[in-house]
């Protein structure tokens, strides 16, 4: 069975110079797709990903992962839009760092991609109406 899950990894300094993620590929037979990257040498790294694979695979990549003291959150957090407040004012389009928001040439309305969004909190504060909500 094929599982594909969002998570936040923690990488303390000791870990940031290391190829980590990319033994999940050559290793662990998963997929990444890397949503947001703050990693600095000789600093504790953050990056939140979207892991894809089978199951077992998955689950050894978790423990590779653990063992070699990253620490990992899941994404337990969804951003939704509450439609019936939102005004389609524009505020959103140009703060969210993963294109989340569109916009409709023809209809001037902001359509929200959840599928896009890494739960980052920016449109949160942006949108005016506070039609963008965090449900846990």
Known sequence: ????????????????????????????????????????????????????????????????????????????????RNEERCTSCGACLTICPTGCFELNPETRCISFKNEKCIACGICLKACPPRAMEVHF
Not at 21 to 37: C, T
């Open 1 to 80: 069975m094929t599982v594909s899950k969002r998570i936040v990894l923690h990488f303390p300094p000791r870990l940031v110079d290391r190829p980590i993620v990319s033994r999940l590929v050559k290793d662990y037979n998963l997929d990444f797709n890397i949503l947001k990257a703050s990693v600095s040498p000789a600093e504790e790294g953050l990056l939140v990903i979207e892991l894809t694979g089978e199951r077992t695979d998955y689950d050894r990549g978790i423990k590779y992962l653990t063992d070699a003291g990253v620490i990992i959150q899941s994404l337990s957090r969804d951003i939704i």
